[in-house]
């Protein structure tokens, strides 16, 4: 960071030896958002160093936040600092337990649209990210009411997402079946998300 004038660093994130479905889907996960950190723009993830400095100006981390490093991501992006994103690896601990990951991602997800509508999106890349968080929740609906008119038309775009998601994917790990996978196991786990949520939204982890 000293060398190259860093104020803020990411380091790539990984685990060690999945040994069950579960924990093959996280890494999948940790593979993508490596790739897309580097090749499209940075966001801290579970490992990085801030410049106390920084850390002061931008205000901290928010005890009461329940993605306190995502709402840090965007209070960095805000006031103009750039995340640089290392080939380094962090090790990290994983849930070890389909119910166990899908209660993770309920609060990742939750998290994530609170407070990226909270800030609201500050460029293309924060849009594309707003919509794809949210896009499963049109498809839902329309699958539920499917005689609508726009039926068709949102299952389309939802075959987009998944196409574009499966490219990257691709282009990030080289991996076929991965890139099958990774992006049917995300549209679950914001199906998933919605479901629980409008039916019982209680803090639980």
């Not at 928010?62 to 490093?69: A, H, L």
């Not at 924060?126 to 726009?150: A, C, D, H, M, Q």
């Amino acid at each position: 960071m000293s060398i190259y004038d860093i104020s803020v660093l990411n380091l790539s994130n990984t685990i060690l030896y999945p040994t069950n479905f579960c924990q093959y889907l996280v890494y999948m996960e940790k593979q993508f958002k490596n790739g897309l950190f580097k090749y499209s723009e940075a966001s801290l993830n579970n490992g990085y160093f801030i410049k106390k400095n920084i850390l002061e100006k931008v205000g901290g981390w928010d005890e009461c936040c329940v993605t306190e490093d995502l709402k840090l991501n965007l209070l960095i992006k805000k006031h103009g600092y750039e995340i640089y994103q290392s080939d380094y690896e962090v090790i990290d601990n994983i849930p070890n337990s389909l119910s166990l990951l899908f209660n993770q991602k309920y609060r990742w997800i939750k998290g994530d649209i609170e407070e990226r509508f909270k800030y609201g999106p500050k460029d293309i890349y924060e849009s594309v990210v707003i919509i794809y968080y949210i896009f499963p929740l049109f498809t839902l609906f329309s699958l539920l009411f499917y005689k609508l008119f726009i039926f068709e038309k949102i299952l389309i775009m939802q075959l987009v997402i998944f196409i574009i998601e499966a490219g990257l994917n691709y282009k990030f790990t080289g991996k076929i079946i991965n890139s099958v996978i990774y992006p049917l196991s995300q549209f679950c786990f914001s199906l998933f998300f919605y479901v629980k949520y409008s039916i019982y939204d209680k803090n639980i982890w």
